[in-house]
Structure formats: C-alpha cells, structure tokens
C-alpha cells in the first residue's frame, strides 16, 4: 500500500528533484554573494567572482557535457566508417545531466536525420583531403631527396639530372582512389549511428549505461570488421543486439592480468574459466538457426580479434576444423575458443594450475571433429590428409607444458601420440 501511494503521488519524483532544488539553491547564493560583494568593494568582490565564475562553470560543464558528447561522436561519422578507437562513456552522471540530456533529445533526432544524406559527400571531400595531403608530402619529400642527390658543381650538365616529377610519380599514384577509397559505405545501414539516437534517449542512468556497452561493442566491432552488413550481421532473429563483447572481454582480461596463479585462490581461477565459458556459449547460441557458414564464424571472428589483438589473419588456422552442419559446428567451435582460452592464459601455465587433462580432453573433441571431414585412409596413408599441427599432441598438449614443468623442477607427465 505505501509503495502504490509513493508512486501514485509522485514521491520518488520528488526525492529525484531535490538535488537540483538545493544546486538550484546553491547557484543562487553563489550569485548574490557577487552581487552583494560588487557594492560594497570591487577588490574583494573581483576574486570571489572568479572563484564563483569557476564553480559555476564547472557545474554547468558536468551537467552539458554527458549531452554533447553524444553530439559529438556524430561528427566523425561524417568523413569515416569507423572510429579509431573506442569511445569511453562521459561519468557526469547527476540530476541535472539528465534532465539537460531528456530535453535536448530533439537534437539527436535531427543529428539522426542530417548525418546520412551528408555522409556521401563528406567521405568523399575527406578522402580527397587525405589523398591531397599525401601528394603533397610526396612532393617535398622527392624535391628533397632529388636536392640531396644533387652535385652543386660548375661543370655538371644539368640537363642530365634526374627530373624529380618522375620521382613523385613513382611514389605516388595520380588517381586517389586506390589510397583512400569511401567504398560507398555511405549507401548502406551505418552499425553505429543508429545505437548513439537510441542511448540517448534512453530514460534512466542504467538504461543508458545499457546502451553504452552496445555502442562501445559496435565501434570495436567495425574496426576489426571491415566488410559490408554489419548492421545487420549485429541484429539476432528478434532484431535485438547481440551481448557486448568488447567490455565483457576486457572484464575477463582484466581478471586475467590481475590474477597471480601462486597466491591465488582455486575458486577465483575456476570464476574465471566459467566466465570465459557461460560468454563463449552465449557467442555461439545467439544467432541460432542461421545456416551461413560465413556469418556463422563472423561473431567469433570478432570474439577472436578481441581475445588475441588486433591478429585477425590467424583465425582461419586455428578454426579450420568447423566446416560441417551447423548444430555440430556451434558445439565444436565453443570447444575451439575454450582451447583459445586455455592455451593463451599464463594463470593455467604453472604446475598447481595446470589444465594439461582438460587440454587433452578439448585435443580429443576437436581431433573428433577432424575425423569427421577428413576420414583417415589406413590402407593409403600418403593420400589422408595432413593432422593440423595444432592437433599434434607432442605439440599441443606435450611440448607445450614439459617446458613449463621442467622448469619447477617437477617431472611432467607422459602423453603419448595414441
């Protein structure tokens, strides 16, 4: 009964204006201590203005800037597809932010309509810019060398000099677009300027926080992803966003980094594991029932360049193994990332933390896998193709911790190729 009249009546209303009432109240004094200070004597008067000028301001900054930056990350997207780096959200979280940010929302929606129709010749003007930027550093670059070159001597010919137009032209192609070409990535769906509208003008802080991992997630998502459809590619079958990625990565990692295996409790390292794992099932299962093998390791391609950096190139070697029906692929590419997980983590490396079984065991699953598209021909071995190296358990799950124990003075245990 109390909670139903708290909200019928607007309590909870109330209680969040207060702190704009008592900052209201605040600015006011401010204000006419100045204003008292200004008629009795301009020497004292001149320094507290300046200390109340500064408080003002910065008031007025926290409560402006959780608004623009919002703004603000449209404007890059006028002249590129993609940030360079992910942004990181403005934490000027208070009363009067929010109400600044719910009534200029307006902005957002006119900034959501404005940008795409300007997107196409801003590229372009963009790319001519850069392209005009690197001709030109050409330029004083090869009349440079050509000068440096030069014997400035009274009997040279100069007309046997090298011309250095020549040089510029073999540094640099006359046509731009092969350098800086916009790719006509103005024409389709934007992955990103959709979600800024939509975080902005989300009503409460955790709604926006909400957003905010999507929207972080889809910039890390573009820079490691340049190909087409990504909006798209992003949207599950009940068109929702996928789960952020990038942040719930970074949180695994920065569990990872802070972890030391020898003072370290067990459970904590198990936490870790079967966070790493409950993400990994959650990548393969969100997009269930697709049938494209392409877009299928499209989401993992990502979960992979997040995990190991920016080195997207090594992907299609140590996933080559998920190549058949999808109910099978999604449950051995989650056996793939596991090893991803096991073998790349330093806290499982010691002796007392040792995964050594369980990396044997993912060995045997994805050598199962394998088996499955490429059958062994025991009559004709020179005709069965090649065991991957990273099945190969003297390399695998042998080689790669002897080192390991033998360096702690322990005796490693005994795998055999069987």
């Known amino acids: ?30 204000i006419g201590i100045v204003d008292f200070l200004l008629a009795l004597d301009n020497e004292v008067a001149i320094p507290i203005s300046v200390i109340v000028g500064l408080t003002l301001l910065f008031l007025a900054a926290t409560t402006a800037l959780p608004t623009l930056q919002g703004v603000y990350l449209y404007l890059p997207f006028l002249f590129v597809r993609d940030l360079s780096k992910e ?15 719910a009534f200029f929302s307006f902005g957002f929606y006119l900034f959501h309509h404005i940008i795409p129709p300007l997107r196409p010749a801003c590229g372009y003007l963009y790319s001519r810019f850069l392209y005009a930027i690197q001709y030109l550093h050409s330029v004083f670059t090869s009349i440079s060398q050509w000068l440096a070159k030069r014997p400035w001597s009274a009997s040279e010919d100069i007309e046997h000099q090298d011309n250095p137009v ?79 990625l990038f942040d719930s990565v970074q949180a695994i990692q920065e569990a990872v980094r802070g972890t030391n295996p020898s003072h370290t409790d067990p459970f904590h390292l198990s936490a870790i594991y079967h966070s790493f794992s409950e993400l990994s099932k959650l990548l393969v299962e969100w997009r269930s029932g697709g049938q494209d093998t392409a877009m299928f390791h499209r989401g993992n391609r990502f979960f992979y360049a997040l995990w190991k950096g920016s080195d997207f190139l090594k992907y299609e070697d140590e996933y080559q193994l998920i190549s058949h029906s999808w109910w099978a692929s999604m449950k051995d590419l989650h056996c793939q990332n596991m090893k991803l997980f096991v073998t790349s983590s330093n806290i499982f490396n010691t002796p007392a933390q040792s995964l050594d079984k369980h990396l044997a065991e993912l060995n045997i699953l994805l050598f199962n896998c394998w088996g499955k598209t490429h059958p062994i021909n025991l009559i004709s071995s020179n005709s069965s193709p090649p065991l991957p190296r990273s099945l190969q358990f003297r390399y695998s799950a042998t080689k790669w911790n002897q080192s390991k124990w033998l360096s702690s003075g322990l005796n490693p245990p005994i795998y055999t190729d069987t």
């Open 1 to 30: 009964m109390r909670s139903e009249g708290m909200e019928k009546w607007h309590v909870w209303n109330i209680f969040t204006a207060l702190p704009l009432l008592l900052q209201a109240a605040l600015a006011l004094f401010l």
């Open 87 to 101: 942004p990181s959200q403005c934490p000027y979280k208070s009363p009067q932010s929010h109400v600044f940010r």
């Open 166 to 244: 020549d040089e510029i032209h073999d540094n640099i192609s006359t046509d731009g677009t092969d350098t800086y070409n916009y790719e006509g990535h103005q024409t389709e769906d934007h992955h990103v300027i959709p979600l800024i509208l939509t975080t902005w003008r989300t009503k409460r802080w955790v709604d926006f926080d909400s957003a905010w991992l999507l929207l972080r997630d889809a910039c890390a998502n573009g820079v490691h992803d340049q190909n087409s459809g990504l909006s798209e590619h992003r949207l599950d079958s009940n068109n929702h966003e996928i789960l952020p």
